[in-house]
């Protein structure tokens, strides 16, 4: 697991000890920065449920502003740490240990260009995830914004959303990443 591109190219990345996260690899990874390339330079990021951090990394890596990392593990936010500190990446950044779908019913702070949302297999979190974030995507997501969710491709269903659109979904394996946008409806006058 390694940094792909940007300021930090080549950089190893810790892995998270023992078996509790599932970090995302590194053709998964290149994709996913490949299709969001024209719009990270200068973007905001949170990365829910971060295990190692390696998203948001790449994300500051290759030009992000600032990225706001969750994990509920103890071990998960001192790998992040090592591993932002290892890379050069510690401006723009926030490591968090909270409770992931608890902060973000509570955040109050200025919207996201993109959320990340890559939680424990299989106990379907990343549905109440992203449901959360829908319920919340006028204050979560800048217009525009994108909310990404990481899964196995076995967990995937679809759901009624109110502000969310489901625009992409790209396969790699056993990794699946589905993209949801939100495009706020304009208010008339």
Known sequence: MRVIAGKARGRR???????????IMDRAKESLFNILAPRLLDSS????????GAVGIEALSR??????????????VRTIDENLQHTGLVQGSSVLRVDALLYVARYAGPPFDFIYIAPPQYKGLWLDALQLVDSGA???LAPGGT????IDPKEFRETALASLALVDQRRYGKTML???AYEPEEEEE
């Open 13 to 23: 990345l810790k892995r998270v000890p023992g078996d509790t996260t599932r970090p």
């Open 63 to 76: 030009g992000a502003a600032d990225v706001l990392f969750l994990d509920l593990a103890r071990q998960a």
């Open 138 to 140: 006028a204050r979560l």
């Open 178 to 180: 589905c993209f949801y």
């Open 147 to 150: 909310a990404i969710v990481q």
């Open 45 to 52: 990021w949170l990365d829910m449920f971060a295990g190692t």
